[in-house]
């Protein structure tokens, strides 16, 4: 399988067909989040990736892109984001933000709901197959 550097157009493209391909029903998500994302010190371009995630629709949405009118928003660099999104590691989360690599705009507490979504094993799944075509 080919591996792709996090967040390149590529990697996106290949995020998204397996998320497509896992599609089906999910349970609803008990709280409404809209968070951008911007991630900083991106190795493959100039410009930071913007991104969002949106659980307005009761499905945690996550793709490229910012939203209108968020709740907060949420500025990472690329090796933290890498270590929270792709890896899973929430000490990496707990240990950036310590240490000021995190910075956020708006309702922090939204980011703490974030924190008490149920598992969902569609949601792990994805999360595997993607850590396989990351780079």
């Given amino acids: 399988m080919p591996s792709y550097p996090f967040l390149s157009d590529q990697w996106v493209a290949e995020a998204r067909r397996i998320r497509d391909e896992l599609a089906g029903?999910?349970?609803?998500?008990?709280?409404?989040?809209?968070?951008?994302?911007?991630?900083?010190?991106?190795?493959?371009?100039?410009?930071?990736?913007?991104?969002?995630?949106?659980?307005?629709?009761?499905?945690?949405?996550?793709?490229?892109?910012?939203?209108?009118?968020?709740?907060?928003?949420v500025t990472v660099d690329y090796q933290t984001a890498k270590a929270i999104l792709v890896d899973g590691n929430p000490q990496a989360a707990m240990q950036a933000f310590m240490?000021?690599?995190?910075?956020?705009?708006?309702?922090?507490?939204?980011?703490?709901?974030?924190?008490?979504l149920p598992p969902d094993p569609a949601a792990a799944e994805l999360a595997q197959r993607i850590r396989g075509i990351t780079a």
Avoid: C, I, W, Y
Wanted: charged residues 20%.
């Fill in 25 to 73: 029903p999910r349970p609803a998500v008990p709280h409404q989040v809209r968070m951008n994302l911007v991630v900083t010190e991106v190795p493959f371009g100039e410009d930071p990736v913007h991104a969002h995630l949106d659980t307005s629709s009761g499905l945690v949405e996550l793709d490229l892109g910012h939203l209108a009118d968020p709740d907060l928003t």
């Fill in 99 to 116: 240490a000021g690599k995190v910075r956020v705009d708006g309702d922090m507490s939204k980011l703490v709901l974030l924190q008490t």
